[in-house]
């Protein structure tokens, strides 16, 4: 399995077709569906899986709205951080 970065910003200016706060929780309840995730910053979080870095964007295309921005990156398992929402030791293990 490979660790990924996952980063988006929702557009808060539009509710079409969804509203920003059903995008957010679409998005979580998405990243939340892979076994090992954890949230880094409030739209960053690191997720691992078998899966490619295009296939887990392509999954959130159902998600996202046209004005909505999203990154998967997968980790070079190097990284340096300061004051992360997950436990320091979880994202050591999984970076």
Sequence with gaps: MNSYLIAYDVDTTTAV???PAQV???IKEKIEAYPVHGQLT???WLIRSAATHVAIRDSFMGI???SDRLLVLKSANVAAWYNLKSDTKWVNDNI
Excluded: N, V
């Design 17 to 19: 077709p969804k509203s």
């Design 24 to 26: 957010y929780a679409d």
């Design 42 to 44: 409030e739209s960053c």
């Design 64 to 66: 996202m709205r046209s």
